[in-house]
């Protein structure tokens, strides 16, 4: 916020006042998607770049006409959103889901669970998960196994 003008009417603390302003801001992370890093001079115009915006917001240099820094492109995304890719793969099935369920980095197996049904929450008993990180795979786990990028769980119910 640059410039306002508060009123204010009755008493009110600083507190008051520091909480109906800030109380609809949302803050959302960014990245900077910096086009043309193929072209003469872009060094410099990315440097130029960072030097507007400080360090507050992430510049990823990218070349749609060469395909340069694209590849990095999904991971940053996922990253600065704080969020993982998990394939489900149902008993008795070879091949896991393509399609991933995207939740919160942290999140466990219950929190996957009840992201996909209420009676898999509900219901739990254990689940199955394949992951490279793991000693054994796939390993049995319990409900607040943390789960990490890439992982594929196989949920069994009561």
């Known amino acids: 916020m640059n410039d306002a003008t508060v009123k204010i009417q009755g008493e009110a603390t600083i507190d008051d006042i520091e909480d109906a302003i800030f109380e609809g801001t949302v803050y959302k992370p960014a990245i900077i998607i910096a086009n043309k890093a193929d072209v003469p001079n872009a060094t ?20 749609c006409k060469t395909g340069f820094g694209l590849e990095k492109l999904g ?7 704080d969020i993982i890719r998990v394939y489900t793969k149902e008993p008795n099935e070879k091949n896991p889901s393509k399609n991933p369920f995207t939740i919160k980095k942290g999140s466990t197996i219950l929190d996957l669970a009840k992201r996909i049904h209420s009676d898999f929450y509900k219901q739990f008993s254990y689940a199955k998960v394949w992951s490279k ?26």
């Open 133 to 158: 990180r793991l000693r054994f795979s796939p390993q049995k786990v319990g409900g607040t196994f943390t789960l990490q990028d890439g992982d594929i769980v196989e949920i069994h119910m009561k």
């Open 75 to 81: 991971s940053e995304i996922f990253e600065m959103l």
């Open 44 to 63: 410099k115009k990315i440097e130029q770049l960072k030097n507007l915006g400080g360090t507050e917001m992430k510049i990823l240099p990218v070349s």
